[in-house]
């Protein structure tokens, strides 16, 4: 954090969070314009924090103003770390800063940088939404650009909005990778002809890799709505028909043969076009027989993912709390110490609103794990999964 003595009492005296928003970017603007640096020479990050985000006494509206955006810090942000920068380069430098090279910045000011970015890479931790499902770059990207777009276009936000939006687009994608990772690995294994057992094989096996797949990128796919449309076997049906020219036998016939050669061959075609509708027959059975065991291990196969992805949620969930509910407390405990008592209260209030909302979460995984591993729910349930088209 480096800021102007000037732009530092802008901070401390602001009166909205909309203003204190507006004031640190003109804070930043300003800073580099003028080049009027504020160096902690004689204190640490930790005093730093302290000196730019402490809390006022009392409730008049003056005091309610003042506090509110240093108490939005200190809810969103329960780690705060502070890193003190000396000025990057020469007052005559900072003017073209964006185009300098590394060589042309000041050595202390790298070993700074270096230190914070060790910090991110190492201790830092990675990005989470509620219910413990870590997010990209790409992703966080995407939260921000749909919750932007909301702004400009006059509504009001809604960060819940914004999360659903991007959930919906990823598990829409993970439906894609699934499916067209299922295709490549069967064109890449089956070789025809191929016996039925060989290809109920495969077919499981890359079935349960496309599953596998989906689940690592979906997340509050609520009710298994996307899953439902991540149907193999009609992938399977698919691929089939584009490889009845490959499996099929073509019999030409020689112009050249006799009247009596070709009733000959004409009979034992015949005799031959029977054996082959007999085996074809037979084929067909063996087909629908193994297909119908394929589609109970696929059922169970399905089953046993989505009762591993649930129970992993759970997990998640009760971490995020727990790590919630130790940096709330831990809040808590400070602002008793410091004299803080309502805004103590408020914070107990606000984390018995967690832990109902938390348990609430928890317990709607639980009856969703609880129907899917039922008995004699379970199978109709994934049989609507996997074979919607009947």
């Known amino acids: 954090m480096v800021i102007s003595q000037q732009q530092l009492g802008q901070v401390n005296g602001c009166s909205t969070m909309r203003q204190a928003a507006g004031d640190k970017t003109v804070l930043f603007q300003t800073v580099c314009n003028s080049l009027s640096f504020f160096f902690f020479s004689s204190l640490s990050p930790l005093h730093c924090c302290v000196l730019c985000f402490p809390l006022g006494a009392g409730r008049n509206r003056e005091v309610i103003e003042y506090n509110l955006p240093r108490q939005c810090i200190r809810d969103y942000f329960p780690t705060r770390k502070c890193f003190v920068f000396i000025r990057p380069a020469s007052e005559r430098d900072m003017k073209q800063l964006e185009t300098l090279s590394d060589s042309a910045l000041q050595p202390e000011f790298l070993e700074q940088s270096d230190r914070f970015c060790q910090y991110?890479?190492?201790?830092?931790?990675?990005?989470?939404?509620?219910?413990?499902?870590?997010?990209?770059?790409?992703?966080?990207?995407?939260?921000?650009?749909?919750?932007?777009?909301?702004?400009?276009?006059?509504?009001?936000?809604?960060?819940?909005?914004?999360?659903?939006?991007?959930?919906?687009?990823?598990?829409?994608?993970?439906?894609?990778?699934?499916?067209?990772?299922?295709?490549?690995?069967?064109?890449?294994?089956?070789?025809?002809?191929?016996?039925?057992?060989?290809?109920?094989?495969?077919?499981?096996?890359?079935?349960?890799?496309?599953?596998?797949?989906?689940?690592?990128?979906?997340?509050?796919?609520?009710?298994?709505?996307?899953?439902?449309?991540?149907?193999?076997?009609?992938?399977?049906?698919?691929?089939?028909?584009?490889?009845?020219?490959?499996?099929?036998?073509?019999?030409?016939?020689?112009?050249?043969?006799?009247?009596?050669?070709?009733?000959?061959?004409?009979?034992?075609?015949?005799?031959?076009?029977?054996?082959?509708?007999?085996?074809?027959?037979?084929?067909?059975?063996?087909?629908?027989?193994?297909?119908?065991?394929?589609?109970?291990?696929?059922?169970q196969e399905k089953i046993r993912q989505v009762e591993a992805k649930m129970e992993e949620e759970i997990t998640k969930m009760r971490q995020e709390m727990d790590r919630t509910m130790e940096c709330k407390l831990k809040e808590q405990e400070k602002l008793l110490q410091q004299g803080f008592t309502e805004q103590a209260r408020l914070m107990k209030e606000e984390m018995d609103v967690l832990q109902k909302r938390g348990k609430e979460r928890e317990e709607k995984l639980q009856q969703q794990l609880v129907r899917f591993s039922g008995v004699g729910g379970a199978v109709g349930v994934m049989q609507s999964v996997c074979f919607p088209h009947g």
Do not use: W
């Open 120 to 299: 991110v890479l190492r201790e830092s931790k990675v990005k989470m939404l509620k219910g413990g499902h870590h997010i990209n770059g790409r992703m966080f990207g995407m939260l921000a650009q749909s919750y932007v777009d909301t702004i400009v276009s006059g509504k009001v936000p809604c960060l819940e909005n914004a999360v659903t939006t991007l959930a919906t687009k990823e598990n829409e994608a993970a439906i894609r990778e699934g499916l067209a990772y299922y295709v490549a690995q069967m064109e890449e294994r089956v070789k025809f002809p191929a016996e039925v057992a060989v290809l109920s094989e495969t077919h499981g096996n890359c079935e349960k890799a496309a599953l596998q797949l989906f689940m690592q990128r979906s997340f509050k796919d609520e009710d298994q709505k996307h899953q439902e449309q991540l149907a193999a076997e009609q992938v399977l049906e698919q691929f089939m028909d584009s490889k009845k020219a490959e499996a099929a036998t073509i019999v030409t016939a020689d112009k050249m043969l006799t009247d009596v050669q070709k009733r000959l061959a004409a009979e034992q075609a015949r005799v031959e076009r029977l054996e082959q509708q007999h085996k074809a027959e037979e084929e067909r059975s063996l087909q629908l027989e193994q297909r119908m065991r394929d589609e109970e291990c696929s059922h």
